[in-house]
């Protein structure tokens, strides 16, 4: 037998996928904001031949009947639709790539941890191997979204890390955030065209630099055990 192919198609909930006994903790943080059961459909290819490429999984669904507590564009309605795709490929490293319909495309590299990765907002048609290869640990996310609620993603990025720590969760997910918002929403202030780069500095604060024709500046955001 060279190789062994297994389709499956069910809903799982979300305390199963939690519970998954490989799932890392960002994926878990990340599926604590999902409710309901999860529509879907895999391919699992387990390769017998030490010549053959590695095992993979593809895991595709429409994610009807799920709502989604993330910022804009990842949120939606359990009523609404959004296609997603996951393909994992396991060997000497776990490498997974696909995409949240057309809002979102990532390439990551992990095990318990991220240890690289690129998410990209926007184009679909970009190759996202030809952007790895970082020697910083964690997720680069680039691309343009059109609309950033500050208050949103600041609520995310707090919630990745399981102690609250707003700068360790970040170091330990992120390696940088580099996007141009088309609208950037910040105390119920709206900025045209803004370029956010987010990126923790030696001391464990997260440099924030916002840069456009409305506003320009840096913000420092200390760790919360900062004196």
């Known amino acids: ?29 990340i599926l604590e904001r999902f409710e309901g059961d ?41 009523s609404s639709t959004m296609p997603v795709n996951l393909e994992f490929e396991f060997g000497n490293k776990q490498l997974v790539t696909g995409n949240f319909g057309n809002q979102l495309n990532f390439v990551l590299e992990m095990d318990s941890t991220i240890k690289n990765g690129i998410a990209y907002f926007g184009d679909n048609h970009i190759d996202l191997s030809t952007l790895m290869g970082s020697n910083s640990a964690g997720v680069t996310v680039l691309g343009n979204i059109n609309r950033v609620v500050a208050e949103d993603w600041i609520d995310l990025v707090t919630d990745l890390d399981n102690s609250g720590s707003q700068s360790a969760g970040f170091g330990e997910n992120f390696a940088l955030i580099d996007v141009v918002a088309e609208i950037f929403e910040v105390y119920e202030q709206e900025l045209p065209l803004v370029n956010i780069r987010v990126q923790e500095n030696s001391q464990d604060s997260l440099m924030v630099n916002l840069n456009s024709d409305s506003v320009q500046g840096a913000i420092i955001v200390p760790p919360d055990d900062a004196d």
């Open 1 to 29: 037998i060279q190789r062994i192919f297994v389709s499956v198609k069910g809903r799982a909930s979300k305390e199963q996928l939690v519970e998954w006994p490989k799932q890392n903790s960002f994926v878990r943080s």
């Open 38 to 78: 999860l529509p879907y459909s895999a391919d699992l290819v387990l390769n017998q031949s030490v010549d053959q490429t590695s095992d993979s999984l593809k895991i595709s669904s429409d994610l009807s009947g799920v709502s989604l507590d993330l910022p804009s564009p990842l949120s939606k309605f359990a």
